[in-house]
């Protein structure tokens, strides 16, 4: 089901401020997806009780096996920000958050053989009606008329996301992220290209599932090869410019850490707190 399920898990959690709201979100995490996916296919009453269940299943198999993988990944990087890092550094953390979610990309494959196999032709329309309407509000965040407008936001969405972790940046700081961006600009067509590519193929691959004469063992391989094919595209223009893209913004990443102070420094620290804590309590719910 494309890459919204792999992700939500995080993303819903790492939007969260506070321990409560972490645990809370955590814990009604299964129905936050279903209704997430629900939005995009619309499913009848026995779809619905199929994914509630598999969701369930995920979800304990997620809390026993991915959260402490979570909180070592949050100890590492609550240890890295004490200190300079280099943009290697960063990347491998980068890789390593990759690495968590490919892995519950993987888990949920049989939950995306069963349901995707009782859609109909509705549904998928309603699916790729959906994904028509999030892609236009892509390129309404995204797609600026300007170089100076896409700039422009990618330094406040940038600016934001830093003052998040380390608090308020000082002037130096932000003219470090504004000359960093203005040196690397990214590609929106070839960002839209990839993100059209990822559409066909996922309904290329949903429109297979549904072949009863298929054995699921055939039918898992095409999910995985289409979460793959997310990782390392088959299009090799865009895949070496977005190796380039992750490359830069690790060496942004060590600069601007380069240049945080030691209150900054305990404040990305807290943060990273607040999510370590809550993990760490929600493995032993």
């Avoid at 280099?86 to 892995?103: D, F, G, P, V």
């Avoid at 600026?144 to 130096?172: I, M, P």
């Avoid at 090869?225 to 410019?241: C, D, I, K, T, V």
Wanted: aromatic content about 8%; glycine content about 2%.
């Amino acid at each position: 089901m494309r890459n919204i399920t792999p992700f939500l898990l995080l993303l819903i959690t790492m939007t969260m401020a506070s321990c409560s709201l972490v645990k809370t979100a955590y814990n009604n995490a299964p129905a936050l997806i279903a209704w997430r996916l629900d939005d995009y296919f619309s499913f009848n009453d026995a779809q619905k009780t199929k994914l509630k269940l598999a969701l369930q299943d995920v979800h304990a198999w997620h809390r026993q096996n991915e959260l402490p993988r979570y909180v070592s990944l949050l100890n590492t990087i609550h240890d890295d920000l004490s200190h300079d890092v280099t943009a290697q550094t960063a990347c491998q953390r980068i890789e390593s958050i990759k690495s968590n979610l490919q892995t519950l990309q993987i888990k949920m494959i049989p939950m995306i053989v069963e349901i995707a196999g009782t859609l109909s032709d509705k549904q998928l329309q309603h699916f790729q009606k959906k994904l028509e309407k999030r892609n236009q509000e892509w390129k309404e965040e995204w797609w600026q008329e300007t170089t100076e407008a896409q700039r422009e936001v990618r330094l406040d969405k940038s600016k934001d996301f830093a003052e998040k972790v380390y608090g308020n940046l000082n002037d130096k700081q932000i003219n470090m992220l504004k000359q960093a961006i203005a040196k690397h600009d990214i590609d929106p067509a070839m960002i839209y290209s990839e993100i059209l590519r990822r559409d066909e193929d996922a309904l290329d691959i949903l429109k297979a599932l549904r072949n009863p004469a298929t054995p699921n063992e055939q039918k898992s391989q095409l999910v995985r090869g289409g979460f793959e094919r997310m990782q390392n595209s088959p299009n090799q223009a865009y895949q070496a410019y977005i190796d380039k893209l992750t490359q830069q913004t690790c060496e942004t990443i060590a600069s601007l850490h380069a240049t945080t102070t030691a209150k900054q420094r305990l404040h990305a620290q807290q943060w990273v707190e607040d999510y370590k804590t809550p993990f760490t309590q929600l493995q032993s719910q």
